[in-house]
C-alpha cells in the first residue's frame, strides 16, 4: 500500500481516496477542537485580566513556538515519518489540554499555566503544519492538488467557524473551560484517523542516510532551493507584511466584541466564525478554479480585498456589517491560502518539499510577534478602532508593493526548475 492517489475528476474528487479521506477527517476534527478552545482561552484571559497587552501575549504562544521551531519542523517532515510526526503531535496536544481542563477546573484561572500550555501545544502544532502539508503530493495525485488542498482548507475553514460560533455559544451556557476539554478530545479522535492512513504514504522521499546528516546541511540545502526560485522566495517572505499588520487585527477581535458590542461572547464567537466561514468559501473557490499559472496575481488581489475587509470591520456600526467585513477577510485568505500551497506542491520536488513549506511559513508568520505586540499597544493607547484602521490601509498598499514584484507576479506562471542547488556555505 505505498500508494493510494485515484486519478479522478469532478468536484471533491479527492475524496475518493481512502488515505486523503482520514487526513481530511483529521484535519476538520482537529481544527473544530482549536477553534473552540481558542474562543474559550480567549474569553478565560481576557474576562480575568482585561488586557488588551495579555491578549497579546497569548497571541505570542500561538506564533511564536511556528516561528522559532517550524524550520526544523520542515527538516524532520523530510526526514522522518510524515504520518508518526503528526500522531505525535496530536497526542502531545491532547495531552497538554487534557491537563489545562483539569487544572482550570480544580484551581481556578492561572494566566502562566495557560501560557505554559499553549506554548507546548503549538511547539507541536508547529511539527504538524509541514508534515500535514508535504504528506498531501503522497497521497493525491499532481492533477488533484487543486481539488485536495481546496477541500482541506475548505474544511479548516468550516470547522474554525463553526468551532468558534460554537465556542461562544458554549462560554454563554455553560462556561469557557469546557472548551478545552472537548479540545483535547478532537486531538484524540485527529490521532485515530491518522492511525487509518498506511505509514507507507508518511515515509519522505529522500534517500534514507540524508536522516545522519547535520540538521545544518538540510536546512541550508532547503533555503539554497528557496534563493534560486525568485517567485517562491518573494511570495513566502513577500507576505511578512501582510501578516504582521493582519495581526493587528484577528487576535484581538475578543477586544473589539467586548468594547463595540457589549461584551458579549457570542458575537466574539460569531465575528471569528465569519472570518473562519469566508476561509471555508474562498478555499473552495481556490480549489476549483485554475489559476495556478496566475498564482501571484490571484494572490495579490486577494491581499487587496482582505484589506477591504478588515476596513469595514473596523468603522462597521453593526454587527451585521461587522460579519460582512470579516467574511470578506476571510474569503480572500482562504483563497489565496489554497492557492498558494497547491502551487508550492506542483512545482517543489518531494523531497524539499517539508523545508521550502517551512521556510516560507517562517518568511510569512516572523513578524507576527511584533505584530502582536504592536497590536497590544495600539489598542491600550489608541483604540482598537485605530488598529484596524492602520492595519487596513498598510494592507493594501503591502498588496500593491508586491504586485509590483516581477518574481511575485510571475509565481506559478512558468515551471519551476527541479534542479538541487549546492548548500549555501
Known sequence: MESSRIEATGFGHSLRNPAFRNLFASSTTSA???????????????????????????????????????????VLADRYNRRSLMITADLTRMAGMGLLTVVLFASGFSFALILATMILVNCFSALFTPASQAI????????????ANGLLQSSLGVAWSAG????????VLLGAVWGLGINALTYALSAVFLFQIASGLGRPLQDPSKSSAPFRKDLSEGM????KHRPIFEVGFGYMPINFLSSLVTPFLVVYAATRFGGNAAVYGALAAALAAGAAVGSLVGGRIAVRRFAGLSM???????????????????????????????????????????????????EFLGRVLSIGDFGSFVAIPAGLVAGGLLIAHYGVETSFLAATV????????????????????????????????
Open 164 to 171: 468558534s460560533a460554537a465556542g461562544g455559544i458554549l462560554v
Open 300 to 350: 495579490g488581489a486577494s491581499i487587496l480585498i482582505e484589506s477591504g475587509g478588515y476596513g469595514l470591520v473596523a468603522v462597521s456600526p453593526s454587527v451585521a456589517l461587522a460579519l460582512l467585513g470579516a467574511l470578506s477577510a476571510g474569503l480572500a485568505i482562504g483563497f489565496a491560502n489554497t492557492v498558494y500551497y497547491a502551487t508550492i506542491q506542483a512545482i517543489v520536488p518531494g
Open 394 to 425: 498598510g494592507i493594501f498598499l503591502s498588496g500593491l508593493v508586491l504586485l509590483s514584484l516581477p518574481g511575485f507576479r510571475s509565481f506559478g506562471r512558468t515551471p519551476e526548475p527541479h534542479g538541487q542547488p549546492p548548500p549555501l556555505a
Open 136 to 147: 498531501v503530493p503522497r497521497i493525491v495525485a499532481r492533477t488533484s492538488l487543486e481539488d
Open 32 to 74: 473544530l477542537g482549536s477553534a473552540l478552545s481558542l474562543v474559550s482561552v480567549s474569553w478565560i484571559v481576557y474576562h480575568y485580566t482585561g488586557s488588551a497587552l495579555d491578549i497579546a501575549y497569548l497571541g505570542l504562544t500561538g506564533i511564536v513556538p511556528g516561528v522559532v521551531l517550524g524550520l526544523f519542523a520542515g
Open 224 to 227: 539554497g532551493y528557496v534563493l
